[in-house]
């Protein structure tokens, strides 16, 4: 086994997300199973030598990296906490805007409003904890609804909740997407 297979696992470990099983990081690898069984020996037995934040979790199938259960908590936690302050695409924020100011709202209603697909701006969002589910809607398919979370309400410096929000002019009951996407991209320059 070599010190390459050893690190291209740990790269393949680190930059998958989710866990793998033994044959994709083979595949990814482009080396025989044994001989990737053999690196995750190795590298288990070096992120326990240096005493790493890391370590190889091999839960029933699938291997991957986490948290070594001596890791500073705290900064991990703190990090956690700043993930949703990173910044937010134009995409993203029309979003969060549209779900902000309708909620609870379904995708396919955010859709039409934006006039394009919202559904990963939507998975960013959730991801973010910046909105949550909220029940189902009674359309065709009964689409999810989502509402903000008290995480936007901190990030977007709301202490009264959803009142804080910049006042738009009425809109109808029958919301036209262009006419609010300008209102929603009007409150945004003002308050950029």
């Known amino acids: 086994m070599s010190d390459d297979l050893v690190s291209i696992c740990e790269a393949l470990l680190f930059v998958a997300g989710d866990p793998l099983t033994l044959p994709e990081l083979a595949a990814a690898a482009e080396a025989d199973e044994d001989a990737v069984q053999a690196a995750l020996t ?25 948290a070594a259960p001596g890791a500073p908590a705290e ?12 910044g937010l695409s134009p995409a993203a924020l029309e979003a969060l805007a549209v779900v902000a100011y ?11 409003i934006r006039g394009v697909s919202s559904d990963a701006v939507v998975a960013g969002l959730l991801e973010r904890e910046l ?12 689409p999810v609804l989502y509402r903000t979370t008290t995480v936007f309400e901190r990030i977007f410096g709301l202490e009264e909740g959803l009142e804080g929000l910049p006042r738009l002019e009425t809109a109808d009951d029958e919301v036209d997407g262009a006419e609010l996407r300008q209102r929603l991209h009007a409150v945004a320059a003002e308050r950029g």
């Open 75 to 86: 900064a991990a936690s703190r990090l956690q906490e700043r993930a949703p302050e990173r």
């Open 131 to 142: 909105i949550e589910e909220a029940g189902r809607g009674d359309g065709l398919g009964a």
């Open 42 to 66: 190795e590298l288990e037995r070096r992120l326990t030598e240096r005493g790493a934040g890391v370590v190889l979790d091999r839960t029933g199938p699938r291997l991957g990296l986490r």
């Open 102 to 112: 309708l909620q609870p709202i379904g995708r396919p209603e955010i859709a039409r």
